[in-house]
């Protein structure tokens, strides 16, 4: 049976999103039942999940805008490059109409790849059904305050304070996997798909000043399809102010990612998405 999935994602800045999106749509063993949005122009964001679905040929349920302001106040980080390659996404039809909090809310497994706002309100609604969060986000060994943290401590603080069972894997873990040259050029190999997702990483490339970059979301998405590929230890994540975060080991209500097999997290994360592309399930 698959699991049936709602995707929380600030998809359109870094390409991580965009790929997460891509493998989920590789992955036989997901049902994507709807999206949601995060974090500044979330319109925009939406729009962007419709017309890379609309190329994938997929119809994931709906695809809904969510909270644009942080629950901190901190400022949106919004490098301008979101949606660049993409023309007339003023085209897509995404659902307006709909509540993204009360979407995530109705949801037992919610994969979180951006801030956690979203998240942060839907955990506090009284009678959610979330049973299982997702989570790329958090550092355990860097010494660092991880991006999707940082964009809104107070929301992290909520959902890790909330007592809802996570599996998370932190920068600690994701910086270890890179996708270079040789995976851009089998995924723009793949037909349309392949096309667009080569697009945004050479464009991120070139924001980044780099040849590769780290899979952090599509990482995450192996935790729920691949879970030998890592190795987990479950306990408490505490958030502190500054957005530092701290997991002990024991009793909890979370799991966090303390290793995994690098060369085979890129490899899969490479074949999920040429799957999409391929449009083959079976």
Not at 93 to 114: N, R, Y
Not at 166 to 188: F, K, P, S
Request: glycine content about 10%; aromatic content about 4%.
């Amino acid at each position: 049976m698959a699991t049936s999935l709602t995707l929380d994602t600030d998809l359109g800045t870094d390409v991580d999103d965009v790929l997460a999106l891509a493998a989920i749509f590789g992955s036989p063993e997901i049902d994507l039942t709807a999206v949601t949005t995060v974090y500044g122009d979330t319109l925009l964001r939406a729009r962007m999940v419709a017309r890379v679905t609309s190329v994938a040929g997929r119809e994931p349920g709906p695809i809904v805008p969510g909270r644009t302001e942080t629950r901190s106040g901190r400022p949106i980080w919004w490098p301008g490059h979101e949606g660049a390659l993409l023309p007339d996404l003023e085209r897509e039809k995404v659902d307006t109409e709909t509540d993204a909090i009360e979407v995530l809310a109705g949801s037992p497994a919610v994969a979180a790849i951006g801030p956690l706002t979203n998240v942060a309100d839907a955990v506090e609604r009284s009678g959610h059904a979330i049973e299982q969060l997702w989570v790329m986000g958090c550092d355990f060994g860097l010494g660092k305050v991880e991006h999707n943290i940082k964009c809104d401590v107070d929301a992290a603080a909520v959902v890790f304070g909330s007592g809802v069972p996570a599996t998370v894997i932190g920068l600690d873990q994701t910086v270890r996997v890179r996708l270079g040259g040789a995976a851009v050029a089998e995924i723009e190999a793949a037909g349309p798909l392949g096309q667009l997702l080569a697009a945004e990483m050479r464009q991120f490339w070139n924001f980044t000043a780099e040849d590769s970059n780290v899979p952090h979301d599509p990482s995450a998405v192996l935790m729920l399809t691949d879970p030998e590929l890592f190795t987990f230890a479950t306990g408490r994540i505490d958030v502190d102010p500054a957005g530092m975060t701290r997991f002990t080991p024991g009793d909890g209500p979370h799991r966090i990612v303390t290793d995994l097999d690098t060369g085979l997290v890129a490899r899969r994360i490479v074949d999920r998405i040429l799957t999409a592309c391929e449009g083959d399930l079976t």
